[in-house]
């Protein structure tokens, strides 16, 4: 008789990774989980002492793959941050439901928006804003939270399909809203 297969973290994080993709973190419950994984429910608790735990995993496992949306080349505009806005748009048009738990839903982490999309010690942030001429160290502050509003909001609207504009017209946005902000 063969061996049953063990249950294992990895598989209970891809599991619980794919089902949120799917349906949503709403959608997750250790009964869903262990449908998802094939398993009962006794292998989740014998891996997590709870389903917070398990979340905190599912959460890194979420973030490890936004952060796989910066890896990919995109040319959308030489102007700086409008290829950062367009990923970022893209994740949330593309998975809305990991854009929720990662910037819309109570982190597991407490990892702030802007640690996310920094990329950690990659600093997708401070090398956009170093290509914006004129401005200063002592300013990056205040230029990113300028460009964050607008391409945070500019995604919000879109995965809650309140702004049906197509790639070229939201390009042409964050251009020229970028350019106002930065003096392009």
């Known amino acids: 008789m063969p061996r049953k297969q063990s249950v294992t973290r990895d598989m209970l994080i891809d ?14 419950s250790a009964r869903h989980l262990a449908e998802r994984a094939g398993c009962s429910t006794q292998p989740i608790f014998r891996i997590y002492r ?38 970022y748009i893209s994740f949330a048009k593309n998975e809305a439901n ?22 950690g010690s990659k600093n997708y942030v401070i ?31 879109m995965i809650r399909n309140e702004f049906d504009i197509s790639e070229k017209e939201t390009v042409s946005l964050l251009e020229d809203m970028f350019g106002k902000i930065y003096g392009e």
């Not at 599991?15 to 959608?27: H, M, S, T, W, Y």
Request: aromatic content about 14%; charged content about 25%; some cysteine.
């Open 127 to 157: 090398n956009e804003l170093k290509r914006i001429q004129g401005v200063e160290p002592s300013d990056y502050e205040s230029v990113f939270m300028k460009v964050w509003l607008v391409i945070h909001g500019t995604a919000c609207m």
């Open 15 to 28: 599991a619980a990774f794919d089902l949120v993709r799917e349906k949503g973190i709403e959608e997750l």
């Open 50 to 87: 709870n389903m917070g735990e398990m979340e905190s995993d599912l959460f890194l496992r979420c973030a490890e793959y936004f952060g796989g949306y910066f890896e990919l080349e995109s040319n959308f505009s030489v102007m700086p941050f409008v290829n950062f806005g367009m990923t």
């Open 98 to 119: 990991l854009f929720r738990i990662l910037f819309l839903n109570d982190n597991k982490l407490n990892k702030s928006s802007y640690d996310l999309v920094n990329g």
